[in-house]
Nanobody
Framework: EVQLVESGGGLVQAGGSLRLSCTVS????????IEWFRQAPGKEREGLIC????????YYADSVKGRFNISSDNAKNTVYLQMNSLKPEDTAVYYCAAPTFWYCSAYDFMMIYWGQGTQVTVSS
């Protein structure tokens, strides 16, 4: 059974940083890309960034380019989302997800595995 568990959310002031973790079990990064999405209150879920063992990193959201980065630690089966220069508009529930395939996709309907989500709140 594939499971994704996020951690690391919390409350941070604008301009601060947070690192989210997504610990993956039941599969490997060779078989599945790992992606980060977020959903703010009243808004649709938004694809942010993806990491694939073969294609590397793919950004979906221009709003996070230059501020967010994704990395993986294969030994720990964990993918990280490093978020810097946080803004109040980054406030959302953040999810890691995986499609059935190894390559990245920006579409949430292509994801079949989801973590439970972790709340990130950025105060002004």
């Amino acid at each position: 059974e594939v499971q994704l568990v996020e951690s690391g959310g919390g409350l941070v002031q604008a301009g601060g940083s947070l690192r989210l973790s997504c610990t993956v079990s039941g599969t490997t990064f060779e078989r599945h890309a790992i992606e980060w999405f977020r959903q703010a209150p009243g808004k649709e879920r938004e694809g942010l960034i993806c990491i694939s063992s073969r294609d590397g990193i793919t950004y979906y959201a221009d709003s996070v380019k230059g501020r967010f980065n994704i990395s993986s630690d294969n030994a720990k089966n964990t993918v990280y989302l490093q978020m810097n220069s946080l803004k109040p508009e980054d406030t959302a529930v953040y999810y890691c997800a995986a499609p059935t395939f190894w390559y990245c996709s920006a579409y949430d309907f292509m994801m079949i595995y989801w973590g439970q989500g972790t709340q990130v709140t950025v105060s002004s």
